[in-house]
């Protein structure tokens, strides 16, 4: 059974609106939770992540992601878009080296 | 600059050739990887290497061979393989194969087999 899902293939948000990114992940002990991002062409770059401590977790770029065990999700958030964060994003998990199957996010000028 | 280098960053080979895909990091992590990232596909982890012994290999086909000289550098050799093959390779590092370590990314390399 897949461990991680993405329940969004392709999001379309205007610039400046919020943006949300769905990830859930199936029961298991400790969920070593990341997001990362992949702009066309290049690698993957880690934006954040959660194994403990606060749920709410800051990463670089202006994203948080918040941890919800009740619901076993690790959304992540960011309150104002940027052209520039077009994108696939992907969740994962570090205990099951998983990866998500991705969001593509498109930014509308 | 990502701090993990792959090389070549394109290539074209045909079924009967035998080619290998470079990584290189100097970030003083102790393990790398080998993942797969096809369309429409998540993913997919092809090896494990840390301090410099393969830790994982996730019944990949022997026509991809791994080696990993040293905690700087990784190859992932490639000879007769099929046009499904064709992907973008990435190569990735960490602290350490825990689970708690986030991966530092190449830029991958683009696999086309024809």
């Known amino acids: 059974a897949q461990s991680v899902t993405q329940p969004d293939i392709h999001i379309t948000v205007s610039e400046g609106a919020s943006l949300e990114l769905r990830c859930n992940y199936s029961?298991?002990?400790?969920?070593?939770l990341f997001w990362y991002v992949q702009s066309p062409g290049q690698g993957l770059q880690l934006l954040l992540k959660y194994f403990s401590g606060d749920t709410l977790v800051q990463g670089i770029k202006g994203f948080e992601a918040e941890f919800k065990r009740s619901q076993s999700s690790f959304n992540l958030r960011k309150p104002s878009v940027h052209w520039s964060d077009a994108a696939e994003y992907f969740c994962a998990r570090g205990d099951k080296v998983i990866f998500g199957p991705g969001t593509s996010l498109s930014v509308i000028p | 600059e990502t701090g993990v280098t792959q090389t070549p960053r394109h290539l074209v080979m045909g079924m009967t050739n035998k080619k290998s895909l470079k990584c290189e990091q100097h970030l003083g992590h102790n393990a790398m990887y080998w993942y797969k990232q096809s369309a429409k596909k998540p993913l997919e982890l092809m090896f494990v290497?840390?301090?410099?012994?393969?830790?994982e290999n996730n019944s990949v086909p022997s026509r991809f061979s791994p080696e990993c000289p040293n905690s700087s550098h990784l190859f992932l050799h490639l000879h007769t393989l099929q046009p499904e093959d064709s992907a973008l390779y990435l190569c990735?590092?960490?602290?350490?194969?825990?689970?708690?370590?986030?991966?530092?990314f190449g830029s991958g390399t683009r696999l086309t087999v024809v």
């Open positions: 290497y840390s301090l410099e012994e393969r830790v």
């Open positions: 029961y298991g002990a400790t969920p070593y």
């Open positions: 990735a590092s960490s602290w350490s194969h825990s689970p708690g370590d986030g991966y530092t």
